[in-house]
């Protein structure tokens, strides 16, 4: 007997599955009466993510959302978000049905305002240290430590459920006491031992998954701890080994500084401009080099942590999400994004994010042993924008 595939379902035995209908719990070895030999197994169906936006389309809405931003003086930012991310959402699609994103822009807006108002008292008080600063930089700090994981959670919330697929919304159902060790200890965690940082991935990749819903199937990461550590060491060694490479090279600038006299000089008016301007230039090319190693290690542990989570994703026993890009491929697109970004001053930035996503979306499949349509809606209830709005506005960034 040959060994079953890796996609089995994970309802209980003599149960119906995520969409309430078929009994995709049964065991694979179940015998009917009169039959002789297997049940068979469900087929695997894949449904790879394309993405038909384009960049000029996206510079269109893009332009106008920096405009109408800046003319406000900010105000519009919810507007703009939303527009942002339903062009996103409309243009990804699965099994020929794209995704939606519902959210009220209004609703965004209370939750900014509410947000700008704490932390524009934090740096007003920074700024002016008016009588009583320390009291305000102190409240709205500590405000921000004992809230924060209720603030992702909040986010995670209405992000969820003001996504839709085949008019069926998503919920996020994680447990308050899960935030606050996911969001809450693993950070503080992190923040004073170093090895506690991939701890704190794994914990919030897990919280993110296992609250998710979608009707009434629900999240789950298959995935283990060690992985991380391991995406995390190669994070370091590459950072490492970059620092030790851009130091060898300055010690043999040095050198050669030193061999050309330039080191006996008793003062830097004595250099000719020439020289100082390659001086400068040296120094400037070797502090974006430091920066671009730095960046390079940390898209690397994004990308490699995105594609092992996106390849232990489970929703409901019958749908598994998979990854098959290149990491590195990831991080060459979103550098050379970056430089491309900064050179034109901003305005390649609709042309770095379609052409990040047009990579990615074909990259990632949804594999399903039933069919798409076979999920029951939760009505579930409206959900504040305020952790929406505090995670946005202060660039706290949730997904992965």
Same mark, same amino acid.
């Given at each position: 007997?040959?060994?079953?595939?890796?996609?089995?379902?994970?309802?209980?035995?003599?149960?119906?599955?995520?969409?309430?209908?078929?009994?995709?719990?049964?065991?694979? *070895?179940?015998?009917?009466?009169?039959?002789?030999?297997?049940?068979?197994?469900?087929?695997?169906?894949? @449904?790879?993510?394309?993405?038909?936006?384009?960049?000029?389309?996206?510079?269109?809405?893009?332009?106008?959302?920096?405009?109408?931003? =800046?003319?406000?003086?900010? /105000? #519009?930012?919810?507007?703009?978000?939303?527009?942002?991310?339903?062009? #996103?959402?409309?243009?990804?699609?699965?099994?020929?049905? *794209?995704?939606?994103?519902?959210?009220?822009?209004?609703?965004?807006?209370?939750?900014?305002?509410?947000?700008?108002?704490?932390?524009?008292?934090?740096?007003?008080?920074?700024?002016?240290?008016?009588?009583?600063?320390?009291?305000?930089?102190?409240?709205?700090?500590?405000?921000?430590?004992?809230?924060?994981?209720? !603030?992702?959670?909040?986010?995670?919330?209405? +992000?969820?459920?003001?996504?839709?697929?085949?008019?069926?919304?998503?919920?996020?159902?994680?447990?308050?006491?899960?935030? #606050?060790?996911?969001?809450? /200890?693993? *950070?503080?965690?992190?923040?004073?031992?170093?090895?506690?940082?991939?701890?704190?991935?794994?914990?919030?990749?897990?919280?993110?998954?296992?609250?998710?819903?979608?009707?009434?199937?629900?999240?789950? @990461?298959?995935?283990?701890?060690?992985?991380?550590? /391991?995406?995390?060491?190669?994070? +370091?060694?590459?950072?490492?080994?970059?620092?030790?490479?851009?130091?060898?090279?300055?010690?043999?600038? =040095?050198?050669?500084?030193?061999?050309?006299?330039?080191?006996? !000089?008793?003062?830097?008016?004595?250099?000719?401009?020439?020289?100082?301007?390659?001086?400068?230039?040296?120094?400037?090319?070797?502090?974006?080099?430091?920066?671009?190693?730095?960046?390079?290690?940390?898209? #690397?542990?994004?990308?490699?942590?995105?594609?092992?989570?996106? *390849?232990?994703?489970?929703?409901?026993?019958? =749908?598994?999400?998979?990854?098959?890009?290149?990491?590195?491929?990831?991080?060459?697109?979103t550098l050379s994004n970056t430089v491309a970004q900064v050179l034109t001053l901003g305005l390649l930035t609709p042309w770095a994010a379609v052409r990040r996503m047009k990579y990615l979306a074909p990259n990632i499949q949804v594999r399903a042993i039933a069919d798409l349509d076979d999920f029951t809606a939760d009505?579930?209830?409206?959900?504040?924008?305020?952790?929406?709005a505090a995670t946005e506005l202060l660039d706290i960034n949730l997904g992965f």
């Open positions: 007997m040959t060994d079953p595939p890796d996609f089995i379902p994970i309802s209980e035995p003599g149960t119906a599955g995520a969409s309430g209908g078929m009994p995709y719990g049964r065991p694979v *070895n179940e015998v009917k009466p009169g039959v002789v030999g297997l049940a068979p197994m469900p087929q695997v169906r894949t @449904f790879p993510l394309s993405f038909t936006g384009t960049s000029a389309e996206f510079f269109r809405i893009w332009i106008v959302n920096v405009a109408l931003s =800046v003319v406000t003086l900010g /105000l #519009y930012t919810p507007w703009a978000r939303v527009r942002t991310r339903q062009y #996103y959402y409309g243009n990804t699609w699965v099994d020929g049905h *794209n995704f939606e994103y519902t959210a009220n822009p209004w609703a965004l807006l209370r939750g900014y305002l509410l947000v700008a108002g704490f932390f524009g008292a934090y740096s007003a008080a920074v700024q002016f240290q008016f009588q009583g600063w320390e009291w305000v930089v102190g409240i709205v700090i500590g405000l921000f430590v004992l809230l924060y994981p209720w !603030l992702v959670r909040q986010s995670l919330r209405f +992000l969820a459920r003001s996504t839709v697929h085949r008019g069926l919304h998503f919920s996020f159902q994680g447990r308050m006491g899960e935030a #606050y060790v996911s969001y809450g /200890l693993a *950070n503080v965690a992190a923040g004073i031992v170093f090895p506690a940082l991939p701890w704190a991935w794994f914990m919030q990749r897990r919280y993110q998954i296992a609250g998710v819903r979608y009707g009434q199937a629900q999240g789950h @990461f298959r995935g283990d701890i060690a992985p991380f550590y /391991l995406i995390g060491l190669t994070g +370091l060694g590459l950072t490492i080994g970059g620092f030790l490479l851009l130091g060898l090279l300055a010690v043999l600038g =040095v050198g050669i500084f030193s061999a050309l006299d330039l080191g006996r !000089l008793r003062d830097w008016e004595d250099l000719s401009p020439g020289a100082m301007a390659s001086i400068v230039a040296l120094a400037g090319l070797a502090y974006l080099a430091l920066l671009l190693v730095y960046l390079g290690a940390w898209q #690397y542990v994004r990308a490699a942590i995105m594609k092992y989570v996106l *390849n232990h994703v489970e929703l409901g026993g019958v =749908v598994r999400l998979g990854a098959t890009f290149n990491p590195w491929t990831l991080v060459w697109i009505a579930g209830s409206q959900e504040s924008a305020l952790g929406e």
